[in-house]
């Protein structure tokens, strides 16, 4: 039996994210094991189908001690499981589980979600990051990229080799559990922000948009996790502040996001970055139309005018204009517009094309060793 490995911040992530391609791996006599930071709940469900062991990732620590920690702590477990393959995910992961992988002789493969908000600014720490990413993208055996404009960024900057990586759609959507249910009449039209609370998903953007469009009949939602550690995150005060001032209406992060998008009418994501948003293919795929930034990531996902609307990033006037235009649509158009949203994830985005992606390589680098 062939054994994969995959490595991520968090419990969390593995179980939200990464379940469906364990799972089909498993199903295909794989031996799954989860390498990720412990965090009761969603480690305590993973550990009931697959092996986990516990890592102590800090994703956002810069400190060089913890690091070197995490870096022992991986060897000795990749030392223990001795894995066929390595999957890495999100930035720690990618680097110092391919860097690890490559000092145990293990093939690996990193996946670049996104370039996240380090590469946007112009710092120490970006050029740091490059720096590591550079050697630890030498040291996998192959890359996958969530969207277009981040791999040609990473080609681009000599970070990796056009033969060692390949475009992947994002991480998939589950077209057979994000479907479209008959909608009920109601007065009220609700616009929905799935995402972080904090500063570079457009949080600010989409508040100060809600507070200038606020009538009877509009209400603004907002899902996502209350009490994020990030220090441009949404604070409990604010929150309360534009809960009591019936701005927007707050929900803490939840596993079931899709009994939300059954209760709303438009989702809208005004990041300042994306990889490839599961949250706005979640929302396509049950047929609602949506509002995103025109970015990288968002723009892969969403065709302008037709599956949603493009907004200016960072330009909360901008996203009100948009938020009228829906709002102006007939019931038909937007009907017509989450159409088309479904049939885009059915045909290129569905979790299937993903998974069998990452189950090809796999087998591909297993066959390489083999000779």
């Not at 791996?25 to 009761?40: H, I, M, P």
């Not at 493969?109 to 740091?128: A, C, D, E, Q, R």
């Not at 996001?257 to 059954?262: A, E």
């Not at 007939?330 to 993903?354: A, H, L, P, W």
Request: glycine letters at 4%.
């Amino acid at each position: 039996m062939k054994k994969v490995a995959i490595i991520l911040n968090s419990a969390w992530q593995g179980y939200n994210f990464r379940l469906n391609l364990a799972r089909e791996l498993k199903k295909n006599n794989y031996d799954v094991s989860f390498l990720a930071l412990e965090d009761g709940e969603y480690s305590r469900k993973l550990k009931k189908e697959f092996n986990f062991i516990n890592i102590n990732i800090n994703a956002k620590s810069i400190n060089p001690i913890e690091d070197l920690k995490v870096c022992f702590s991986l060897y000795k477990a990749l030392k223990l499981i001795k894995p066929d393959v390595v999957l890495n995910f999100t930035v720690k992961p990618n680097i110092y589980g391919a860097i690890i992988s490559r000092v145990l002789n293990i093939p690996s493969i990193n996946n670049i979600t996104g370039l996240g908000t380090v590469f946007i600014k112009k710092s120490f720490i970006t050029k740091l990051v490059k720096l590591l990413y550079k050697v630890s993208l030498y040291c996998s055996s192959f890359t996958f990229f969530q969207n277009s404009d981040d791999q040609q960024f990473f080609i681009d900057s000599n970070l990796v080799a056009v033969k060692k990586s390949a475009l992947l759609p994002g991480s998939g959507v589950d077209t057979k559990k994000f479907y479209p249910q008959p909608r009920k009449n109601r007065s009220t039209f609700r616009f929905l922000m799935v995402a972080r609370l904090i500063r570079d998903k457009g949080i600010h953007e989409y508040i100060e948009a809600a507070k200038l469009l606020r009538e009877d009949g509009i209400e603004f939602w907002i899902l996502g996790e209350i009490g994020a550690s990030n220090k441009t995150a949404l604070t409990k005060e604010e929150i309360n502040k534009y809960t009591k001032q019936k701005v927007v209406n707050f929900f803490d992060r939840t596993d079931d996001v899709k009994s939300f998008l059954d209760r709303v009418d438009c989702v809208v994501l005004p990041s300042y970055r994306e990889g490839s948003p599961r949250c706005i293919m979640e929302a396509s795929s049950v047929e609602l139309p949506v509002i995103v930034s025109d970015v990288p990531g968002c723009r892969q996902v969403v065709d302008n005018n037709v599956t949603g609307l493009y907004c200016k990033v960072r330009d909360s006037e901008d996203l009100l204009i948009k938020m009228k235009i829906i709002l102006k649509m007939t019931t038909n158009k937007r009907k017509k517009m989450g159409q088309m949203g479904r049939k885009k994830m059915i045909k290129n985005y569905d979790e299937s094309i993903v998974i069998q992606s990452y189950e090809q390589k796999i087998i591909e680098i297993c066959n390489q060793k083999i000779k």
